[in-house]
């Protein structure tokens, strides 16, 4: 996540909770990349989301900054974590990649998708970003957490079966250098997944360092938007949680889809000791919040995708709201 961090606005805290603390190699960007192996853990296993944190934020990747063989190879592991979840390749030329320049040096988001059922036009967007600052700038909280999370919906909603939404899944680059492939996305939808039957933006960035602060903002959730009361039910329902509510979020991939009249949640954590800091390691991870914080999302989007109400309609009548 780049500065500027977050705006938070009218912030209303939830729930109340005691808090708690708790190198790959480069493999292929189409659907039958094979490492890592498909494992059956439950896809919010804390000991499961560690493990996937610590391979992006190896220090062989050195910080997967864009263009270096750390980004190359955090990119083939996503690609094949991306198989494992069954997803559809909606990249360039039938691969998870979808290519693009960031500062200079090759790079590209991964995308792949699992198809609705009988509202498949309307596509809800899970995103995280993949790249860090590199120079021993390991970046486990940000956003490997994110990244971490993302996985695990994509297991969780690949195993339920056919959503009843289209769900696409995309790791962006370039996050650091301004929000690049997330812009790219924007400005480049692939063909299966146009940006105008984008209904919603599920961004996770920064969320496993809950015990900073003993909270999780849920940003983006304004009065009238389809998501705030998921939220807000969500947030009753798993009081292991603080859920901060409300909130402009900035400096970071929900923008490009606000921008382009999209709404979005922001989930985030503040990480008060080691943001952008070579601090910012696997140790430093609180793997439990990370799973309760990847579970409420994975939830919220399971509901998003089985809401009767139209979502297309609320996003033309209220846009990202605010």
């Known amino acids: 996540m780049r500065l500027p961090r977050f705006a938070l606005l009218g912030l209303l805290v939830l729930a109340a909770a005691p808090a708690a603390t ?4 480069p493999a292929g960007t189409g659907a039958g990349a094979a490492d890592p192996a498909c494992d059956d853990r439950d896809p919010f296993d804390p000991a499961a989301l560690r493990d996937r944190v610590a391979r992006l934020a190896a220090p062989a990747l050195d910080g997967r900054a864009p263009g270096t063989p750390g980004d190359a190879a955090a990119r083939g592991y996503l690609a094949a974590e991306f198989a494992c979840a069954g997803l559809v390749p909606a990249g360039d030329a039938g691969t998870y990649t979808q290519a693009f320049v960031a500062g200079g040096h090759p790079t590209a988001n991964l995308v792949g998708y699992l198809p609705g059922g009988d509202a498949a036009r309307d596509i809800l967007v899970i995103g995280a ?10 970046g486990a909280n940000d956003d490997a957490s994110g990244i971490a999370a993302l996985i695990a919906i994509a297991r969780a909603l690949h195993r339920a079966g056919t959503p009843r939404r289209t769900i696409a899944f ?5 996050e650091e250098l301004g929000e690049l492939g997330s812009r790219h996305f924007a400005g480049h939808p692939p063909a299966a997944l146009p940006l105008d039957r984008v209904v919603y933006d599920i961004n996770l960035d920064m969320v496993g360092s809950y015990s900073s602060a003993g909270a999780v903002y849920a940003m983006g959730t304004f009065r009238g938007l389809p998501a705030t009361a998921i939220v807000r039910a969500l947030a009753t329902e798993q009081p292991a949680l603080h859920v901060g509510v409300g909130g402009h979020g900035l400096g970071s991939d929900h923008e490009a889809f606000c921008g382009a009249g999209v709404p979005y949640v922001f989930f985030w954590t503040p990480d008060r000791r080691c943001y952008h800091e070579r601090c910012d390691t696997t140790a430093q991870l609180d793997t439990a919040h990370l799973a309760a914080i990847a579970r409420l999302a994975g939830s919220l989007v399971t509901r998003l995708s089985d809401a009767p109400a139209d979502l297309a309609a609320s996003r033309a009548r209220l846009g990202c709201g605010g």
């Open 170 to 174: 995309v790791a962006f680059g370039g």
């Open 22 to 25: 708790g190198a790959p190699s």
């Open 129 to 138: 970003h993949h790249d860090h600052l590199g120079d021993g700038h390991l």
